[in-house]
């Protein structure tokens, strides 16, 4: 049974202040990008990667594509995260039988957390990956002022790969579409249809690459990676 991926990486990076998409700056030698699409595109377990980016990016993209050694299906992603991914979703062939879905600016998920969710998501049909909350969360009302304070145990944050049976998260996005629902996430959508969605352990390095602290935060990562490889 396929494993398909689609990756999102129609942004425009606002929040990193940069002059263009956040997924095309530089890390350890290579794009944001390129460290991301290259870890799927060369999984094992992966049989099909697709990439959803703007129309800004498209071009660039496919140029980029052409000197890479493996294959990618481009699609042009929406106005919201949520968009991009529903128009990843109908570029999957339908050999997928399960669908991972991740961020682009997303660079530090390794190969066997990976796997991990491959094997995950073939029991429970709805798995995402996450870590445990390290700071206390407060409810804040609109006037700034603190309404509750939730259980910290209970609370995770929330990271990708997001990992769905195909046709169960084509049916969360129809529904959602349908009642004109956004969510931050594509669990969220599965959720609003009532299905479980089951947790696995992620990484605190699996960061998203949102503000600039993030990208100094990656370099270091990445090099405690390679010398721990090195020893
Ligand atoms: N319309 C959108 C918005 C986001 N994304 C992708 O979803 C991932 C997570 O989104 P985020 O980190 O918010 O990226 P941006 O939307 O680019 O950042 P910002 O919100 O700062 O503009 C990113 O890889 C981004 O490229 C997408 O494909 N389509
Ligand atoms: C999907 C996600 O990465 C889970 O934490 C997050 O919700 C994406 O949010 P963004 O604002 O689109 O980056």
């Known amino acids: 049974m396929d494993v398909g991926v689609v990756i999102v ?10 002059h263009r998409n956040k997924i095309w ?22 049989a099909e990667v697709v990439l959803v980016v703007s129309e800004q990016d498209y071009l660039e993209v496919e140029k980029w594509l052409r000197t890479e050694p493996y294959r990618v299906k481009l699609q042009r992603g929406g106005s919201e ?25 997303r660079p530090f998920v390794t190969r066997d957390q990976i796997s991990g969710i491959i094997h995950k998501v073939r029991a429970d049909q709805a798995t ?9 969360i407060k409810v804040v009302g609109p006037t700034g002022i603190v309404e509750s304070t939730p ?8 990271q990708t790969p997001q990992a769905f049976r ?23 959508l599965v959720e609003w249809l009532g299905h479980s ?13 949102t503000t ?18 090195e020893r």
């Open 25 to 46: 700056l530089p890390l350890a030698g290579k794009t944001i990008l390129a460290h991301t699409v290259s870890l799927f595109a060369t999984h094992p377990e992966v």
């Open 166 to 188: 195909l046709s169960l998260l084509r049916e969360a996005h129809k529904k959602a579409d349908q009642a004109g629902k956004l969510g931050t996430d594509d669990a969220m």
């Open 212 to 229: 600039p602290e993030d990208l100094w935060l990656g370099e270091e990562i990445l090099r405690r990676r390679r010398e721990r490889l």
């Open 128 to 136: 995402i990956m996450a870590v445990p909350v390290k700071d206390t």
């Open 151 to 158: 259980a910290r145990e209970s609370l995770w944050t929330v």
């Open 81 to 105: 995260r949520q968009y991009s991914v529903r128009e990843g979703l109908s570029a999957l062939s339908d050999n997928c039988t399960y669908v991972l879905v991740h961020d682009a600016a």
């Open 9 to 18: 990486a129609a942004g425009s990076g606002k929040r990193m202040g940069s």
């Open 197 to 209: 969605v089951s947790i696995i352990q992620g990484s605190y390095e699996n960061i998203k690459i």
